[in-house]
Antibody, heavy 122, light 113 residues
Framework: QVQLQQSGPGLVKPSQTLSLTCAISGDSVSSDSATWTWIRQSPSRGLEWLGRAYYTSKWYFDYAVSVKGRITLNPDTSENQFPLQLNSVTPEDTAVYYC????????????WGQGTVVTVSS | DIVMTQSPDSLAVSLGERATINCKSSQSVLYSSNNKNYLTWYQQKPGQPPKLLIYWASTRESGVPDRFSGSGSGTDFTLTISSLQAEDVAVYYCHQHRSIPFTFGPGTKVDIK
């Protein structure tokens, strides 16, 4: 079955870069029947969609305005991973981060990673 | 952005009784080209990621018990748990993927009375 395994540091200093990896098994990051998304969750902002990537003949990307300019989604087809980079973090970026697969047919997020607690603090 | 609201914030229901959660979107999430509402319901238990329950407003995901049902169209939606079980204690979220940025409701916490 499809599984998403997240990894990355749980503590990041302010102004530095948050880097998380989402390793995909049972599906392909370049599948034309899936989208790949990062979502975060915090008490103050609830569930917040950050951005997505999907491949249909070429790569497409969409980003939330709240993180646009700071976020990089760069699907790694050789490792079958979906990494997240978020630059210039502040304490407001403290949250649980999830990667998720979206079905191209239904649009729903049917598979989720286990979540990574990220704290931004010096 | 499409703003999602939910009511109530929380509710407590006796085992075996019905639980009803409402969700409202600030704009229609109906996609006219296929007549599908791009509205999804998720269940989240403590320490776990959200779990997909219902998509297209009313279609149950495979493996989801039939006591969960969704209804509504356009801007007003409802999730109903027909007979609450102990394992249904969780926070429930509605979510729209009709337009970018995709947005979630604030959640409704369901407990046992």
């Amino acid at each position: 079955q499809v599984q998403l395994q997240q990894s990355g540091p749980g503590l990041v200093k302010p102004s530095q870069t948050l880097s998380l990896t989402c390793a995909i098994s049972g599906d392909s990051v370049s599948s034309d029947s899936a989208t790949w998304t990062w979502i975060r969750q915090s008490p103050s902002r609830g569930l917040e969609w950050l951005g997505r990537a999907y491949y249909t003949s070429k790569w497409y990307f969409d980003y939330a305005v709240s993180v646009k300019g700071r976020i990089t989604l760069n699907p790694d087809t050789s490792e079958n991973q979906f990494p997240l980079q978020l630059n210039s973090v502040t304490p407001e970026d403290t949250a649980v981060y999830y990667c998720s697969r979206g079905s191209s047919r239904t649009g729903a997020f049917d598979i989720w990673g286990q979540g990574t607690v990220v704290t931004v603090s010096s | 952005d499409i703003v999602m609201t939910q009511s109530p914030d929380s509710l407590a229901v006796s085992l075996g009784e019905r639980a009803t959660i409402n969700c409202k979107s600030s704009q229609s999430v109906l996609y006219s080209s296929n007549n599908k509402n791009y509205l999804t319901w998720y269940q989240q238990k403590p320490g776990q990621p959200p779990k997909l329950l219902i998509y297209w407003a009313s279609t149950r995901e495979s493996g989801v018990p039939d006591r969960f049902s969704g209804s509504g169209s356009g801007t007003d939606f409802t999730l109903t748990i027909s007979s609450l079980q102990a394992e249904d204690v969780a926070v429930y979220y509605c979510h729209q993927h009709r337009s970018i940025p995709f947005t979630f409701g604030p959640g409704t916490k369901v407990d046992i009375k």
